[in-house]
């Protein structure tokens, strides 16, 4: 029997690379497994800017970019926390497109259609007069090719889309006097973004751009004389009832606008795949919440606005709605006239809403029509 003093066992274990901390001696000399201390890796955290075009926590909107942050907070486990900040905060309700270009934050939310100035084709990733309702729009990005051709209208400036909420559909807006006709619409200013503010010019009236935050003072000023925002409970939470007398209905114009949040490609791409993965995810939820919320939340504050403020509501006569029609057609075929990038996007647009319509007459239609 060969005998290995503790000289030659304790050299055999520096040989194999085991340390004191791997094995201990008893006091009779027998040899001990002792558990590795744990090595503990701290996780990079990454702390990141969000700036919004909306008020700070305004409902669904404002709230929907908070809960979209915390989401991400919460199913990152920490590891991606997000500040959010309202419009005029760090810049202006329309510059944050810029600024996350730009780097001044790492985030933004807001809607494609107010920067359509940077490319034509931004409108149709939020909404289209008489288009896709919230459904539609988020089958036609997520599985029906929109997101990738989304994707590619914001690369040039380094920016990564998501979808992140829907305001289904919207009012037709606020008037400090009744449209009975068209003859109305001549001299109308009125707020109104996207496709619907080209479609009002054409008709003869005048859109004009206001942040959300300075609706109502524009309104009871009189610097315009009608503003479209979004439905009842946003519309209620702004008071514009206090500035202009009558409600009309439908949104034409914003059927079902999609809300966005945009990432900078350098910092989502210094993100790990599973955060990545994370941030994604998130903004799919946030999506689906904001969904539900309007959903929840318009009926009762029309209730609110109807029977405690006396809000007088109206429809557009059916021959405004078929003039609107007619011009959201013309205003289209300009804008893909006009730009390749655009005439694409609408193509595979167009091609989604004529297969989801022929399914909807005969299941959605159909039903609401015997409910």
């Known amino acids: 029997m060969t005998i290995v003093n503790k000289n030659t066992r304790r050299k055999f274990l520096q040989l194999l690379g085991v340390g004191a901390t791997g094995l201990g001696l008893t006091a009779c000399g027998e040899e001990q497994t002792v558990a590795a201390p744990a090595v503990h890796t701290k996780q990079h955290a990454f702390n990141w800017k969000m700036v919004t075009t909306w008020p700070k926590n305004f409902p669904a909107l404002g709230t929907g970019a908070e809960f979209l942050a915390d989401t991400i907070q919460r199913m990152s486990d920490g590891r991606v926390n ?101 003859d109305d619409l001549n001299g109308l200013k009125m707020r109104i973004p996207g496709l619907g503010g080209e479609v009002l010019r054409m008709a003869g009236g005048t859109p004009v751009n206001v942040a959300g935050g300075d609706l109502f003072v524009a309104l009871q000023k009189g610097v315009i004389d009608a503003t479209e925002w979004v439905g009842p ?71 609110i606005l109807i029977n405690q403020h006396q809000v007088e509501m109206r429809q557009f006569p059916q021959q405004v709605l078929d003039k609107f029609r007619t011009l959201s057609q013309q205003v289209v075929a300009d804008v893909v006239g006009k730009d390749p990038f655009a005439r694409e996007v609408y193509q595979s647009y167009q091609q989604f809403l004529a297969k989801s319509k022929a399914w909807y007459d005969i299941s959605e239609r159909a039903y609401l029509n015997v409910r």
Not at 168 to 181: A, L, P, R, T, Y
Not at 253 to 269: D, L
Not at 272 to 297: H, W
Request: charged share 15%; hydrophobic share 40%; proline share 5%.
């Open 82 to 182: 997000i500040k959010v900040y309202g419009a005029g905060e760090i810049v202006p309700a329309y510059e944050i497109f810029d600024a996350v270009r730009a780097g001044t934050a790492e985030m933004g939310h807001g809607s494609a259609y107010y920067w359509k100035g940077k490319n034509p084709a931004f409108q149709f990733f939020s909404t289209v007069p008489f288009g896709m309702n919230a459904n539609e729009m988020n089958a036609w990005l997520h599985q029906g090719g929109g997101m990738a051709l989304w994707q590619l209208a914001y690369q040039p400036f380094g920016l990564i889309p998501m979808a992140a909420g829907n305001s289904m559909v919207q009012m037709g807006g606020w008037f400090n006097k009744e449209i009975n006709s068209l």
């Open 233 to 303: 409970y946003n519309d209620l939470a702004f008071g514009l009832h206090k500035a202009a007398k009558y409600y009309y209905s439908p949104g034409w114009h914003e059927p079902g606008t999609t809300m966005e949040c945009f990432v900078s490609e350098a910092a989502y791409n210094s993100l790990p795949a599973d955060l990545q993965s994370i941030v994604q995810n998130a903004a799919r939820v946030a999506n689906q919440n904001m969904m539900q919320e309007f959903t929840t939340k318009n009926h009762d504050a029309l209730e």
